[in-house]
């Protein structure tokens, strides 16, 4: 399905798995940096035949072991930060997501109608604790990874009120911006549950493009704020991961 594309998203993975996989995935697509598909969506540039798009989500302290394989392969990596977990000893949990968070103190502290508002980050935890991405390892991948924004939270965009919702979208962009001087574009929402209350917000504050977690590809014409993904489990070999490739495909074509 050449004129399709695909995205993927690990959370954590060895380098042995990673590039085990890599070394089956670019001789079987043409692994295109996730910025040609911002590309294509404001400018209507061609996506290559047969792309696929490397993701990661949460920014996890493991994921720094990879970049050794990313930066003396040039493999395009895109990683997809939760602001508010960097550098810390705190992980993602479920949560009940028909449940709407409150706004306590917390959490009123971080809404704010100002554009340029930032959140700083001072966490306290020993190196044997740290579970995430420090800020030193962030600026070091940063000269080879494409580091997007997974909110501040990691709470399920749909439990959240709009205001809260716009906090997270406007806050988590402005600390990576600050971070690493690249450009924020693109937003992979949480537990891959999409709210419609973040296609306007989107618009508003500059993001061209969001990733879901639906297992299956993408047509060039695909709408920019739901686009679909495979997610990739830890212990996927070579094998699991084509298997999945190819259901995602036959999914794909199923739904017309």
Known sequence: MKDYFTIIHYHQTSPEQFSSHISFLEKNYTLSPLRQLKDHYQSGSEIPDNSLFITFDDGWKSNYELLPIIEERRYPVTIFLSTGLIG???????????????????????????????????????????????????????KHVDFQSHGVNHHASSALPVAMLESELVLSKN??????????????????????????????????????????????????????????????????????????????????
């Not at 959490?107 to 740290?130: F, G, N, Q």
């Not at 949480?190 to 879901?212: C, D, T």
């Not at 014409?221 to 094998?239: C, D, K, M, R």
């Open 175 to 256: 600390y990576i911006q600050d971070l690493v001087g690249n450009e924020v574009y693109a937003f992979a929402f949480p537990y891959n549950i999409v709210s419609e209350n973040a296609f306007e917000l989107f618009k508003k504050h500059g993001y061209v493009l969001a990733r879901a977690g639906a297992r299956k590809l993408n047509s060039p014409g695909a709408y920019p704020f739901t686009l679909n993904s495979i997610g990739v489990e830890p212990q996927w070999t070579v094998q699991e991961l084509r298997k999945a490739l190819l259901l995602a495909e036959l999914k794909t074509l199923r739904s017309g």
């Open 88 to 142: 810390t000893d705190k992980t993602p949990r479920p949560r009940i997501f028909d449940d709407k968070i409150k706004l306590d103190d917390s959490l009123l502290s971080l809404i704010t109608d100002e554009p340029d508002a930032k959140i700083m980050i001072t966490p306290s935890v020993s190196e044997e604790r740290r579970t995430m991405l420090n800020i030193g390892e962030i600026q070091e991948m940063s």
